[in-house]
């Protein structure tokens, strides 16, 4: 069995929260006869680590392993395991506990943001409460403050070759490119666009950098369908053109678009879909909601 880490459950429950490491809380809710703990005992898992204890045992082991396998399996929510300590244990106590599984996925979504201007430290300022593991890059050296290194749930990344940090993006990332670099910005949405598995791509810019764009992405035998998956400008509801050209209401805008977008399980019938496509799916959300 892997032996527990010196915190406790609570101390290690609030710091994989805030890492956003997926992980699983173990309660002992109902107990009868002789147990190794009461009810109300608790312990964290996850897929290396184990902190406090139920009470040792086989049965322990046995809690350990549905919750790792809970893990495995990504299935998220609560679970009920029942342990007979006579039968299903082979322990001698004789008693019988209900031991409650919380799986924690650990994040929502992973968000990469290409970018640390203005637009991007209110993208990450603005989204910082959210369930989101962030990877923010810029090519800048010393770009990121002491402060941003505060920031929970990111972490941070030299952008130094755009084809190879896009290939190493978790698969259904949400992705927002705004640097400082017209030529970065491109070759980041070329990398991205030959990549079938990222849940969406989103440029920040004008319609005429689009237009521009787009145009080199032809001309570099990039098929429409392929390109079409961008969108451009960022945080467009409803093909509305925002005036407030701040960086926090862009900025605003950015974040509202991908709440819809994050909030939509990836698969293949939403994975990289189109503008348009992704438009209809926040009417539809939206409709929904209301």
């Known amino acids: 069995?892997?032996?527990?880490?010196?915190?406790?459950?609570?101390?290690?429950?609030?710091?994989?929260?805030r890492s956003a490491v997926p992980?699983?809380?173990?309660?002992?809710?109902?107990?009868?006869?002789s147990t190794p703990r009461e009810p109300g005992a608790r312990m964290v898992i996850t897929r290396d680590s184990i902190?406090?204890?139920l009470g040792g045992g086989t049965f322990e082991w046995q809690t350990i392993s549905a919750a790792r396998d809970y893990l495995q399996q990504q299935r998220y929510g609560f679970?009920?395991?029942?342990?007979?300590?006579?039968?299903?244990?082979g322990q001698c106590c004789g008693g019988f506990v209900n031991i409650l599984l919380e799986?924690?996925?650990?994040?929502?979504?992973?968000?990469?943001?290409?970018?640390?201007g203005h637009v991007g430290r209110e993208i990450v300022n603005l989204s910082a409460p959210l369930p989101w593991q962030r990877l923010?890059?810029?090519s800048r050296p010393n770009i990121f403050s002491d402060q941003d290194q505060q920031q929970p749930r990111t972490s941070f990344h030299k952008l130094d070759d755009a084809r190879v940090q896009v290939a190493d993006l978790p698969p259904n990332s949400h992705v927002l490119v705004l640097t400082h670099s017209h030529d970065e910005d491109y070759a980041l949405i070329a990398a991205l666009i030959e990549r079938d598995d990222i849940a969406s791509?989103?440029?920040?810019?004008?319609?005429?950098?689009?237009?521009?764009?787009?145009?080199r992405l032809k001309r570099a035998g990039y098929a429409a369908d392929t390109i079409e998956r961008v969108r451009c400008p960022i945080g467009r509801i409803h093909d509305a053109k925002l005036h407030n050209k701040t960086p926090y209401a862009i900025a605003l805008t950015a974040v509202t678009e991908l709440l819809w977008?994050?909030?939509?399980p990836p698969g293949p019938d939403t994975r990289g879909l189109a503008p348009q496509a992704l438009q209809r799916l926040l009417d539809e959300s939206s409709a929904t909601s209301s």
Request: glycine content about 10%.
């Open 51 to 53: 902190f406090d204890t």
């Open 1 to 17: 069995m892997t032996p527990a880490a010196p915190d406790t459950w609570h101390a290690a429950l609030d710091r994989l929260q």
């Open 103 to 116: 799986v924690f996925a650990g994040v929502d979504a992973h968000v990469a943001i290409f970018g640390a």
């Open 23 to 33: 992980h699983v809380l173990a309660t002992q809710v109902t107990s009868a006869g």
């Open 136 to 138: 923010w890059f810029d």
């Open 201 to 215: 791509i989103g440029l920040i810019g004008s319609d005429s950098k689009w237009a521009s764009f787009k145009g």
């Open 79 to 89: 679970h009920l395991e029942a342990f007979s300590l006579g039968g299903r244990s």
């Open 261 to 264: 977008l994050a909030d939509t």
